[in-house]
């Protein structure tokens, strides 16, 4: 299974964003699936999650500008990023898990957004 981010860019303050993650070699529906952030000398935080049946979690951060959404015929999961801030400035990994017997978890390379000042 490979999970593929999407959509990374440098983009001004107040700006908005949309990335993706399409995971491919899954011949099953992802239990959870979700967004984590990395910035420079931090560690990986919780960005937003959504469950299979639509389910979401955001961190209080991003609460209000952040919106997930996912399409499981497709397996992939989508992060519309609005009123971007500096602070957002982060890798941005994708995340998704799987119970098959035994739990599986998956994580993209990450996509580098940087929002300027």
């Known amino acids: 299974v490979q999970l593929v981010e999407s959509g990374g860019a440098l983009v001004q303050a107040g700006g908005s964003l949309r990335l993706s993650c399409a995971a491919s070699g899954a011949a099953f529906r992802f239990n959870a699936m979700g967004w984590y952030r990395q910035a420079p000398g931090k560690q990986r935080e919780l960005v937003a999650t959504v469950t299979s049946v639509g389910s979401t979690n955001y961190a209080d951060s991003v609460k209000g500008r952040f919106t997930i959404s996912r399409n499981n015929a497709k397996n992939t999961v989508y992060l519309q990023m609005n009123s971007l801030k500096p602070e957002d400035t982060a890798v941005y990994y994708c995340?998704?898990?799987?119970?098959?017997?035994?739990?599986?978890?998956?994580w993209g390379r990450g996509t580098q957004v940087t929002v300027s000042s």
């Open positions: 995340n998704a898990d799987a119970y098959l017997g035994v739990y599986y978890e998956y």
